[in-house]
């Protein structure tokens, strides 16, 4: 398939995990790629190497996006690198777990300024790009499970996902009139390595399966297949929604 032949992607937080897959599965459908991070090391070299064998371009842009002005700065400069953008990916991402009571302002605001602040801000600086441009466009939030379903012990994280369901609803309106599009994906467990402790506690894992009705963790490729549809114009009706790929654990019934 060569859905997004000439496309170009910008996917944060796109050095591994998710992240990753996302960008290699709208490369294998012919999108260039605009990779992102803290840092660019040897996981983005990897990347792009792997990227330009299928035939596409790719490159990484550095900047933190829990701050404002490296998020408005990135957007440009994926604009201005490959002269167009089609598809942001607002994959990136933190989580910190801890009871309520002991939650610290440095922790909330690096989770609500990584999942939400900064996603708001990539948002806007790419609407201002398609309006000046008069382009149409599409964005993908990845958001969670938990802006359903609860998860204690990481209420920020909670209020971030649940402030990004609202983000996109409320959007997905108001962007419409400029044929801008936006969904979120909501993702249960995923093996990556925001999961690593997880993934090494054999107890736990036990535990975290018997609430999957599919009994086994998500793939990123999971993931980024529906990423993939989103992006791509077999979705040209699809605003405002959010999709699970959580092998059925949001709304799981246990017989008793
Ligand atoms: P990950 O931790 O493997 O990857 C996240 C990436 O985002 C990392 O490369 C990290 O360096 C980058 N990142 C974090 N903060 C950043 C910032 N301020 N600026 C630039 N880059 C930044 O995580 P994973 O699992 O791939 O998660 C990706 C997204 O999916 C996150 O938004 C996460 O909340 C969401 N998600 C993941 C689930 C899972 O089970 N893995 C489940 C539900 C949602």
């Given at each position: 398939?060569?859905?997004?032949?000439?496309?170009?992607?910008?996917?944060?937080?796109?050095?591994?995990?998710?992240?990753?897959?996302?960008?290699?599965?709208?490369?294998?459908?012919?999108?260039?790629?605009?990779?992102?991070?803290?840092?660019?090391?040897?996981?983005?070299?990897?990347?792009?190497?792997?990227i330009?064998?299928?035939?596409?371009?790719?490159?990484?842009?550095?900047?933190?996006l829990?701050?404002?002005?490296?998020?408005?700065?990135?957007?440009?400069?994926?604009?201005?690198?490959?002269?167009?953008?089609?598809?942001?990916?607002?994959?990136?991402?933190?989580?910190?777990?801890?009871?309520f009571?002991?939650?610290?302002?440095?922790?909330?605001?690096?989770v609500?300024?990584?999942?939400?602040?900064?996603?708001?801000?990539?948002?806007?600086?790419?609407?201002?790009?398609?309006?000046?441009?008069?382009?149409?466009?599409?964005?993908?939030?990845?958001?969670?499970?938990?802006?359903?379903?609860?998860?204690p012990?990481?209420?920020?994280?909670?209020?971030?996902?649940?402030?990004?369901?609202?983000?996109?609803?409320?959007?997905?309106?108001?962007?419409?009139?400029?044929?801008?599009?936006?969904?979120?994906v909501?993702?249960?467990?995923?093996?990556?390595?925001?999961?690593?402790?997880?993934?090494?506690?054999?107890?736990?894992?036990?535990?975290?399966?018997?609430?999957?009705p599919?009994?086994?963790?998500?793939?990123?490729?999971?993931?980024?297949?529906?990423?993939?549809?989103?992006?791509?114009?077999?979705?040209?009706?699809?605003?405002?929604?959010?999709?699970?790929?959580?092998?059925?654990?949001?709304?799981?019934?246990?017989?008793?």
């Amino acid at each position: 398939m060569d859905r997004f032949k000439n496309k170009v992607a910008l996917i944060t937080g796109s050095s591994q995990g998710i992240g990753a897959a996302c960008a290699l599965r709208l490369a294998k459908e012919g999108c260039n790629i605009i990779l992102n991070g803290h840092k660019f090391d040897e996981r983005g070299e990897k990347l792009i190497d792997q990227i330009k064998e299928m035939g596409q371009k790719a490159i990484f842009l550095a900047a933190d996006l829990s701050k404002t002005k490296e998020a408005i700065k990135l957007v440009k400069d994926a604009v201005s690198e490959f002269g167009r953008l089609d598809i942001l990916v607002n994959n990136a991402g933190v989580e910190k777990k801890a009871d309520f009571w002991e939650v610290t302002e440095e922790d909330y605001d690096l989770v609500m300024d990584t999942n939400l602040k900064g996603v708001f801000f990539t948002i806007q600086a790419f609407v201002n790009y398609c309006r000046e441009h008069q382009v149409s466009g599409t964005v993908i939030n990845m958001s969670s499970v938990h802006e359903e379903i609860v998860f204690p012990h990481f209420a920020a994280y909670c209020a971030s996902k649940g402030g990004l369901r609202m983000l996109t609803r409320n959007l997905a309106t108001e962007l419409a009139p400029f044929n801008i599009r936006i969904n979120n994906v909501a993702p249960g467990a995923v093996s990556t390595p925001i999961n690593q402790d997880l993934l090494n506690n054999k107890e736990q894992l036990e535990k975290v399966l018997q609430n999957i009705p599919l009994r086994r963790m998500g793939k990123v490729e999971d993931v980024a297949s529906v990423v993939a549809f989103l992006a791509s114009d077999e979705a040209a009706y699809v605003t405002g929604s959010t999709y699970f790929v959580d092998g059925g654990l949001t709304y799981h019934y246990e017989e008793q």
